[in-house]
């Protein structure tokens, strides 16, 4: 069965919603659940799973796992991620990243 254009436009909208809410969630469980939904949207759209597979490095900078690295680290992790913005990381969401670091290291800034 063919998707009509509005059909196309809404399942893009409903993985563009999917992929903010696995962002934002610190629930593994919950997130395999929006993962899973995202998967099901993408076979509707008729990609394959492997050609919109988010890469690790942006999945664990979105989920503040690099909250506690030192600030040089920090930094190449920024510009690791950085190439993939626009793709699969906004820039908001690395000046969010970049916000929590620095909540988290205040005596970096300091010094």
Do not use: H
């Not at 690295?69 to 626009?86: I, N, S, Y």
């Amino acid at each position: 069965m063919s998707l009509s254009l509005i059909e196309k436009l809404d399942l893009q909208q409903s993985g563009v919603e999917l992929i903010t809410k696995i962002s934002e969630t610190t629930d593994l469980m919950e997130r395999l659940e929006l993962q899973s939904q995202y998967v099901e949207i993408i076979n509707q759209l008729g990609a394959s799973q492997r050609d919109v597979t988010v890469p690790q490095l942006v999945l664990d900078f979105k989920a503040n796992a690099f909250r506690k690295q030192p600030a040089v680290a920090f930094c190449k992790t920024v510009e690791e991620v950085g190439q993939w913005l626009d793709q699969f990381i906004s820039l908001d969401e690395i000046k969010a990243g970049a916000v929590s670091w620095i909540e988290e290291n205040p005596e970096a800034i300091a010094a």
